[in-house]
């Protein structure tokens, strides 16, 4: 093991940049406020990384709010609601309501697609206005948008109107611009390589 010795001027150049690192953090306290954080794009990642949200939240014993709009609790073992439920059970502060009917090639119904995603979208503008939760996940909250099975203004305006401290994350592929211009972050996932295009199936712990 080669032992190594910060000369001098190293030593002053990290230290000037831990002060510029400890002032730009100290002056952003007292900022904080409610985030609308929107994760989008082809690649895969898009729920994971909304759903870290929802774990981080969770560990501060935070409550949290999720609302599945497209997927459907019959169709799929899905992994993010099982986890959910049993930790509701386990007593933390989480619900998940799974309220759309699937996807298009699954329901091929569309006016009802459409009835079930606007009751997905009240039961969330309900738990964004409770002043008692901290984060609300809108899960495919995009698709929906991308199927006409929501109107965009009243989602802008709810989003928007959120109490001063609550988080909302919205998650699916294909973002329409007026979210991403009110999103305060604003994440795309690039589909690089899928194991699916290899011919691999979707396995349990890995896509649900």
């Not at 080669?2 to 030593?11: A, D, L």
């Not at 039961?123 to 996940?137: F, G």
């Amino acid at each position: 093991m080669t032992n190594q010795t910060i000369t001098p001027e190293e030593k002053d150049r990290l230290q000037k940049i831990k002060a510029a690192k400890d002032q730009a953090r100290a002056e952003r306290q007292g900022n904080e406020k409610g985030l609308y954080l929107l994760f989008t794009g082809l690649g895969k990642g898009k729920t994971s990384g909304a759903m870290n949200l929802v774990y981080r939240h969770l560990a501060h014993d935070l409550p949290v709010a999720v609302v599945q709009l497209v997927k459907n609790d019959s169709a799929y073992p899905d992994g993010d609601r099982i986890m959910l439920e049993k930790l509701k059970a386990q007593g933390f502060p989480v619900s998940i309501d799974t309220l759309g009917g699937g996807f298009t090639w699954e329901t091929q119904d569309p006016d009802q697609d459409k009835r079930m995603a606007e009751q997905a979208w009240q039961k969330a503008e309900t738990l964004i206005a409770d002043p008692n939760i901290s984060l609300v996940v809108l899960d495919e909250l995009h698709i929906a948008l991308k199927k006409a099975r929501l109107d965009l203004a009243p989602i802008l305006a709810g989003i928007q109107s959120r109490p001063f401290h609550c988080h909302v994350a919205s998650t699916g592929r294909y973002a329409p611009p007026e979210l991403i211009e009110i999103a305060d972050l604003v994440t795309e996932m690039t589909r690089i390589k899928h194991p699916i295009s290899a011919g691999i199936p979707a396995q349990m712990g890995i896509e649900y």
